[in-house]
């Protein structure tokens, strides 16, 4: 079984790293929390002192990294530090499944096939719980054939793999998704918090919402509204699944790369403008669906 080094075990990476030991591979993990890295290793993997240590001798390389710049140096280099691409050997496969600007993924994509690299960019979608149940959606950036030798290393974490097209695909495809859900999850914390200020039951609005034109994600699996539905963040005073400080991440993202598209997203600005305005109120490391209490609670 291939041994898998796996840099950056924060909530989405951690549960991930842990079902590739689950599915036999061998782990080889770095984190610059080293409470992180000891989690894992009381799991079965090996606990490395840093990056370049745990992807010596990989077969695999996967990272989930906070933002565009943390890839960027562990692939290329920061300063007087080498980068993966100056330390491995060329036949290690590279799965980032950080998601950053489309911009940073094309680039270290380009210099890893430059030398002879296979690269993906593997952003994912399914949230912790995704995570932790091994159901995440992958949505790859690559050429053909590393998509190909990345997809039993994600099946492993994920349930659906998608090829978006060539390096930096991934990202851009992403951030689509997210300023979508982004706009699904305001509209419908909209519509509940209306209907609960004309005393209508949360409950019964959602099922009429979810089997009418309404119908969405947010009403399926992720309903915002407190007490409507078990095992989600709502239901858990928001906590858990996706921060909003990461949304405010990835509709900044979107926005920036609306600009540079000359493409119009008046939807997905609002959205952004709504999710900072949460955050500046202490919100950041609460559920994205903590946005229903900017409707709902007279007291935000």
Avoid at 75 to 101: A, P
Avoid at 110 to 132: C, I, K, N, R, W
Wanted: include cysteine; charge should be negative.
């Amino acid at each position: 079984m291939s041994t898998v080094a796996f840099v950056g075990l924060g909530n989405m990476g951690l549960p991930m790293a842990i079902n590739l030991l689950h599915k036999g591979f061998k782990v080889r993990a770095f984190d610059l929390i080293t409470e992180a890295t000891e989690a894992l290793a009381e799991k079965g993997a090996t606990a490395c002192h840093s990056a370049v240590a745990a992807a010596t001798g990989a077969d695999v390389v996967v990272s989930m990294l906070p933002a565009g710049k943390h890839t960027r140096a562990l692939y290329l280099g920061d300063g007087d530090s080498k980068g993966l691409l100056q330390t491995v050997s060329e036949d290690t496969l590279l799965i980032d499944c950080s998601t950053i600007d489309a911009a940073t993924a094309k680039e270290v994509s380009l210099q890893a096939e430059e030398q002879g690299f296979d690269f993906v960019d593997a952003p994912v979608s399914g949230g912790t719980a995704g995570a932790a149940a091994g159901t995440l959606t992958f949505i790859c950036g690559g050429n053909v054939g590393a998509v190909d030798r990345a997809r039993p290393i994600l099946e492993a974490m994920g349930r659906n793999i998608f090829h978006a097209g060539g390096p930096g695909s991934g990202q851009l495809a992403k951030i689509c998704n997210n300023m979508l859900l982004s706009v699904l999850m305001v509209g419908t914390s909209e519509a509940l918090s209306m209907g609960i200020d004309n005393g209508l039951d949360p409950k019964v609005l959602s099922d009429i919402m979810k089997a009418s034109s309404g119908g969405n994600w947010t009403l399926e699996k992720y309903n915002p509204c407190p007490g409507v539905m078990p095992d989600v963040p709502a239901s858990k005073d928001y906590q858990g699944g996706f921060m909003v400080d990461l949304m405010v991440k990835d509709l900044g993202l979107s926005q920036e790369t609306a600009l540079k598209s000359l493409s119009s997203t008046p939807m997905g600005a609002l959205a952004r403008a709504l999710f900072v305005a949460h955050a500046r109120k202490g919100n950041g490391r609460r559920d994205f669906s903590s946005i229903f209490e900017q409707f709902n609670d007279k007291k935000a």
